[in-house]
């Protein structure tokens, strides 16, 4: 049975940061991605990494949050990694996995998580 919890969501000022942490059991995958949805707006795809290192962001993210995972080949724990969080960034965030491709695109992935809240406060 596949499992995805995330933790480590909160409520910081902007500028600050935070290490979001997602734990996996029962898949092996070649993607896995973090999303974040804000409250009437669509899911988004924030950095997807595969199971050999390569990753790719979304461009409002780039050079302040990084994904990353524990160990080689198949992922235990998936992190993301943000700095110099802005308000723009309040949003729940979700980790993903199962997907066939290297994808920033939520119906590329059948298997998710219950999300965490972040808040940023200007």
């Known amino acids: 049975q596949v499992q995805l919890v995330e933790s480590g969501g909160g409520s910081v000022q902007a500028g600050g940061s935070l290490r979001l942490s997602c734990a996996a059991s029962?898949?092996?995958?070649?993607?896995m991605a973090w999303f974040r949805q804000a409250p009437g707006k669509e899911r988004e795809g924030v950095a997807v990494?595969?199971?050999?290192?390569?990753?790719?962001?979304t461009d409002s993210v780039k050079g302040r949050f990084t994904i990353s995972k524990d160990g080689d080949g198949v992922v235990n724990t998936l992190y993301l990694q943000m700095n110099s969080l802005e308000p723009e960034d309040t949003a729940k965030y979700y980790c993903?996995?199962?997907?066939?491709?290297?994808?920033?695109?939520?119906?590329?992935?059948?298997?998710w998580g219950q999300g965490t809240q972040v808040t940023v406060s200007p």
């Open positions: 029962g898949i092996s995958t070649l993607y």
């Open positions: 993903a996995a199962d997907s066939r491709w290297f994808s920033l695109r939520a119906y590329e992935y059948k298997s």
């Open positions: 990494l595969s199971r050999y290192g390569s990753t790719k962001y």
